[in-house]
Structures are given as C-alpha cells and as structure tokens.
C-alpha cells in the first residue's frame, strides 16, 4: 500500500516529464504541420479533443485520496462552478476558433461572395458553420464544471493507470495547443511568452487543479508550472 501511494505521488512528475520529453522531439514539427491549414490538422486536434475531454472526465471521477480536504491548500472557489465554468466556456471558443483556422475559415471570410452562393449557402457558410464547431467545443463545459459522480475507487488496481492516462492526455493536449500557438506569429519577445504563459494557464491549468484537489501535492504544482513554463518558452 506504501508503494502505492509513493507511485501516485510521482505520477503527476512523470507525466510532465513526459510532456516535456514529447514537446522537444515533436513541437517543431507539429508547429510546422499547423502552419499550414489542412483538414487533416483539424481531424488530428478533432481527436486529440475527445481524448482531452475523456482525460478531464476521468480526473474527474478519481476518488480523493483520505485526507485530501484537510491537506490540500487549495482555495474553495479554485474547483467552484463559477470559476470552472467560464474557464470551461473560454477553452471551448478558443478550440472552436482553432478549428475554424485550420479549415481556413478566417481567411475565406473576406472572399466568399454571395452573389455566387446564394442567400441561403452564404448562411450556413457565415452562421451553421462556426455554430456546429462551438457547440460541439461547448461540450468540454458539462465535462469541466458539471457534477460528476466519483466511481474509480483509490483502492481499485486501475486506479493508478487511469490517473496516469488522465494525466497524459491532458498534457499531450497542451503539447498540440502549443504547437498551434507556435505556429502563429501572435507570440514574440519577452512579452510574447508571458502572455502565452498566460494563456497556457487559463486554458490547461483547471484539469490539473482538480487532480490537485484529489490528490494535494506541492511537487506535482511546481512540476506543472515548470511544464507550462517551458510550453511558453517555446513560443518564442
């Protein structure tokens, strides 16, 4: 049981370590694979999404461990719905408008003529279009912030491969966030990296506060700062 707990305790530091690891082999490559707009692009951040929201969803449904509320130093309203759910809200739109990018949506705005569409083409090109990919994003709210009933008990033998597989899809989605973000041009200079620091944080640091909810730890805090720290980095 003692070897147990000392695995969960190391597991959110290898699943950074890993995420860093992945991020200096691939980021260069993903970033120059999102530069340019292909569909392709949007069926890999389609997929990498659903995995994202499935990792959230087991965070989740991990049973805290013993004496999690008086250990964790964790303010309430960090894990309140009033916060989750506008960061929720924030990482849909920011996905929906990554997907309508990729499809190069933004760009063919300003050539779509409806004298050559049609009143009715031009409508579902301007307005069904990015509603299909909001609402589909807007699913991650119910996963973020909805009641979420605890059924992966610490004492199950799964336990820990499934805080481990929580823990690694979340972070492989920052790693393909990154790689967006680095393929643009928003992000330049001293500036450019606190300001995707920034970003990072609000995007990808909820799943994290809800494990450390669960399982309180100081080490697993500074192991993810310094993941989102190097992300950030990156983008210069």
Known sequence: MKQKQSFLTILPLLADAVGIAVAAWLLPSLAAQF??????NVLILGGAFVV??????????????ADAERVSRLPAWLTA????????????LAVAVIFLQQLGYWDSIFVVDDRILGAGESSSFFVYGPGA?????????????????????????????????ALLGVNGMVVLGTAVLQSTTF???????????VLLVLLFAPPRVWYLSKR????????????????????V
């Open 35 to 40: 530069a340019t707009l292909s569909t392709i």
């Open 52 to 65: 994202y929201c499935t990792a959230v969803y087991l965070i989740r449904k991990l049973e805290p461990m």
């Open 81 to 92: 719905t009033r916060t989750m759910r506008p960061l929720a809200i924030f990482f849909a």
């Open 133 to 165: 990919w909001i609402a589909a994003s807007l699913f991650y709210v119910l996963v973020l912030s909805a009641s979420v009933r605890v059924t992966i008990d610490e004492g199950s033998s799964s336990y820990a491969g499934l805080a481990l597989l």
């Open 187 to 197: 992000f330049t200079g001293w500036l450019g990296a606190i300001g995707g620091l």
């Open 216 to 235: 309180p730890s100081l080490l697993a805090s500074v192991s993810y700062l310094a993941l989102l720290l190097f992300y950030a980095w990156q983008l």
